[in-house]
């Protein structure tokens, strides 16, 4: 089986829990940045896991534009769904619902946060004081669920 992994991220905590689903999947993969490459042939991929951070309530965009121009394809693949951020209880389901089209979400094999990160050296100024008035965090935090990513790994793997 094939498997493409595409994410969206900012600040780089996509990326990194990418690639450490990626080590956790016994399959072939292929590991993309949706803000590098927007032309994927999904005819290519048995499963596709798309995910991303949350900031302010909404996934980036690439995301966003990479399922809608994609969405009768991505149907008829095994999907699973990812986010990443600070959110918490449900907030988490609520996110999840308005940033997947809901017959994706329904299609998915998994759907988890996998937690996310404040890196404050990768902040611009106006982030770094809603971070800091917002969630009250003045240092950078890292708090990525790794015990989520194995167990989206696991639910794939079956």
């Known amino acids: 089986m094939k498997t493409l992994i595409a994410y969206g991220t900012k600040h780089g905590c996509s990326q990194k829990c990418a690639m450490e689903l990626s080590r956790e999947l016994k399959d072939k993969i292929e590991i993309v940045n949706l803000r590098d490459k927007i032309n994927i042939d999904l005819s290519k991929?048995?499963?596709?896991?798309?995910?991303?951070?949350?900031?302010?309530?909404?996934?980036?965009?690439?995301?966003?534009?990479?399922?809608?121009?994609?969405?009768?394809?991505?149907?008829?693949?095994?999907?699973?769904?990812?986010?990443?951020?600070?959110?918490e209880n449900d907030m988490i389901k609520k996110e999840i619902n308005e940033n997947f089209p809901a017959e994706l979400i329904n299609k998915a094999k998994t759907v988890k946060h996998f937690g996310g990160e404040f890196n404050f050296n990768k902040m611009n100024f106006m982030e770094k004081v809603i971070v800091k008035k917002v969630s009250k965090v003045t240092s950078d935090k890292s708090d990525i669920l790794h015990d989520n990513i194995k167990k989206f790994a696991m639910d794939l793997n079956s």
């Open 45 to 87: 991929y048995d499963r596709v896991v798309l995910g991303g951070s949350v900031y302010i309530g909404r996934i980036q965009k690439e995301v966003t534009d990479f399922i809608s121009g994609n969405l009768e394809e991505l149907l008829k693949k095994e999907i699973g769904l990812f986010i990443c951020g600070m959110q």
